[in-house]
């Protein structure tokens, strides 16, 4: 491999972690939960499927709040991730 592609490949892996800017990480208090916030809000466009009142705020976030209206959505729709370490403590 020449040093043209090494340099290029490192180009693309500091790009893919810009990326990494629309990850939310939920703290240990919040369970580790991870997702990409930023894809959430391209796919779903309605800020107010999470953010009832105000952006930012999740009024009422916790278990029952995020297992009916995440994990929900997930189930209903049959397209997001639905076992556990899908969202908790993900590497
Ligand atoms: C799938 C659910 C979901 C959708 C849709 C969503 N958000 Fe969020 N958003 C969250 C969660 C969960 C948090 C973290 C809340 C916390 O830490 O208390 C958050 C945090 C935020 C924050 C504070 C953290 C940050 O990144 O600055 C802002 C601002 C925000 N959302 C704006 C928006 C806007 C604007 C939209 C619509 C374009 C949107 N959100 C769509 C779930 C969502
Ligand atoms: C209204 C529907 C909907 C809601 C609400 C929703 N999701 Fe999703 N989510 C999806 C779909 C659809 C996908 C698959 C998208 C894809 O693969 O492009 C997905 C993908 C994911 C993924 C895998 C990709 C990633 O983002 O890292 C995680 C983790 C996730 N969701 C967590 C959450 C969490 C946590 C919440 C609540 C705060 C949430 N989702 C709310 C529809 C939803
Ligand atoms: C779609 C994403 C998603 C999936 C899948 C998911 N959870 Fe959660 N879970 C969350 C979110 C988001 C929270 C709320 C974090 C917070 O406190 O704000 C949460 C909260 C919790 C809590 C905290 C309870 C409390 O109130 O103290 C436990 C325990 C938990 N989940 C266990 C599980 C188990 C076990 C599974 C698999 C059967 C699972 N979760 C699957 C997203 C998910």
């Known amino acids: 491999m020449n040093k043209t592609i090494l340099v290029m490949l490192a180009l693309a892996a500091f790009a893919g972690n810009a990326f990494a800017e629309g990850i939310i990480e939920l703290p240990a208090a919040r369970h580790n939960v991870k997702f990409d916030h930023k894809h959430h809000q391209r796919f779903l466009k309605d800020c107010t499927i999470c953010h009832a009142n105000s952006p930012g705020v999740v009024e009422g976030l916790g278990k029952d709040w995020a297992h009916k209206n995440c994990l929900g959505c997930h189930v ?5 991730p639905t076992s556990c370490p899908d969202c908790h403590n993900r590497k």
Not at 76 to 80: P, V
């Open 76 to 80: 209903f729709r049959e397209k997001g």
